[in-house]
């Protein structure tokens, strides 16, 4: 029910689909591993959605699920280096205080602050951070290949992107949404060479442009008012 406060996992061996949804007195918890030899095998979508106190969170290694986290507008620090190379489809959505701090990302000694990937992150989700509207950059680590649709949707703070060549596919409307006026891209190559499972509108819901080349590598796309 919604008075939970504490949660022992070492009792559980699955957790279903929104088991402690909405649980408003539940302020933190700590997932163990999910391996062969652990109690606990699975989480079901959506176990902690709508938890809207939650603000301190551990995982272990594959504790992750879809829309884990949905609408838990206080979370703002999640590690996952170590925890999971995929980010699940809308595990954050909604998630409105998550920030991005660069100082800790792809960090094993992580400082504790913002969301932090695990370098060998290969493919995040639909809707992983739909709606993290605090979210101001994020940056794609080398061994990311794919970004599927609405992965960023109305992340209205973002100002930056860096998109490294290793990205072969951006599926649509990744980034509807943000804020056209302050949003820009720095790509690792020239149109030209962008790849082909870079969809004709991977971009946004406003048109991106060339401004030119930030340095001998690094093309720079920002709005252009028509």
Known sequence: GTSISNIDF????KIGNYAFKSCLSLTEVSIPAITNISVLKSLGEGVFSDCGYLTDVTLGNSAVSKYMFKNCLLLENVNLYDVTTVIPEGMFYGCKSLKYDS????????NGKG????????LIQPYAFYGCSSLTGFEITTALTTIQTRAFNNCVKFDSLIIPDTVT???????????????CFYVFAPESEWSSGWVNNWNCDFPVYLLGQADESIYEFVYVPE
């Open 10 to 13: 070492s009792r559980f061996s």
């Open 103 to 110: 100082s800790s990302n792809k960090d094993a000694t992580w």
């Open 115 to 122: 969301v932090n990937i695990d370098d060998d992150t290969t």
């Open 169 to 183: 596919t951006i599926e649509a409307n990744v980034w509807n949404g943000c804020n056209e006026e302050i949003f």
